[in-house]
């Protein structure tokens, strides 16, 4: 399982943990989340700004 | 019919001008900015010391980079000086005029500077670019003490990041607790606490009247007696929307450049958005409202007027020492504050019977909460 950083605000995405208040579910892939998907915290797409990986 | 020309390469440019694409890819799109258009995340600016950061490893992309991604003309350290709306053109600071179709004003906000006396008031520096940032991490390389004026959202992150890369930092103002403009006191009380357990000094309830120079260094002379030195002096005392050509061009202008919820000013075919902006009566200085803002207005100048919605928009602070997350209510909004401590810090909702219409997390315990709240509160626009 590995960890995603948003470059913008630097909120992390871990996939072991998920998000499951907002219905994804732990172990979920960063890529088999939405393209429409946007970062929580700030708002910007998972298109736009990369989430950069940041463990594995 | 000319193009679009956006002033402004910060986020809110940037995003605006990708978002449009995304919709438009043939209207000639033409950037200007004062800077040298790299793209950066302004946010990382506040977490940048503890990792060590330096300027040239926040860019992201050049500006040729974006200028290729783009498919736009990304003219950089230029600056404008004046727009001329019945002429529907933009003049640079260098005599050159460029026509514009459609233009937006993305030049964001300004650090507001507060005066001293004392001969070392001009030392006084404010981060609010990536520039401002090489500019202080030069006056704190070898600086064991640095002072930051403001406990206010920013002058809390920088302290925290100062801490964290091992300086003893000492925060000043006015307040009676930090947050104090965003927060209920209690909640600052706590973020005072968490922030103070990592070794951060506060002195509140006052203000620096003297910045004199002292050694390698500043003694600063506070207004209750106290002095703190310190090697270099760091102001976060706010930020004001940069109004001025606007202003000057004739634009009804506020507290920042008055919009509409389409985000047009008071003259034809002239838009704005980001921290310059004042959207339907709320200035709000942050990431999240430039994306929903962008994405709007992308869709407005691709043909399809749009007004821009803000969901419930909760700001992280980014105060590892002691993590907050603050959705303010409403201004005006009728209400009361409950508080209970939770873990190190608080958990402060503001409700009318049912009605949650914001809150406070303070602290690695109750900022857990964050999901589950922010379902409940109401939209922000
Ligand atoms: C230290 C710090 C930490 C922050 N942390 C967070 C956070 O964690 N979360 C969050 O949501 N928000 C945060 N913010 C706020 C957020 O970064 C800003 O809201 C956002 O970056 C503003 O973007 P902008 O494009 O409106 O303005 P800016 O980035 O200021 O861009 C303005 C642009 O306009 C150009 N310009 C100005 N005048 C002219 C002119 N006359 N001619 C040509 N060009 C001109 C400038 O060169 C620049 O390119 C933080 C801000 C700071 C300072």
Redesign the interface.
Known sequence: MRKWEC?????IYDEAVG?P??GIAAGTRWEDIPENW?C??????KA??EMVLVAA | MSGIVIIGTG?AGY?LA?EFRKLDKETPLTLVTADDGAFY?K??LS?AFASNKDPEALI?QSAEAMAGQLDARILTRRRVAAIDTAARQVRLEDGESLDYGRLVLAVGAEPIRLSYEGDGADAVLSVNSREDYGRFREAIEGVGHVAVIGPGLIGCEFANDLRGSGREVDVIGPDTAPLGRLVPEAAGRAIQKGLEAAGIRFHLETVVKRIDRKDTGFRLSLDNGETVEAGAILSAVGLRPDTRLAREAGLEVDRGIVLDRTLATSAEGVYALGDCAQVAGLVLP???P???AARALAKTLAGEPTQVSYPA?PV?V?TPAHPVVVAPPAPGAVGEWKIESVGEGVRAVFSQGDEVGGFVLTGAEAVKEK??LS?QVPAVL
Do not use: W
């Not at chain 1, 929580?40 to 797409?45: I, S």
């Open positions: 470059v913008v605000c630097g909120f998000m208040e907002d946007e929580p915290e700030c708002g910007v797409a736009d700004f | 986020l995003t990708r995340s946010p990382m977490n992201s942050y990431v999240m430039i994306m929903h928009m992280v980014k999901q589950a379902k």
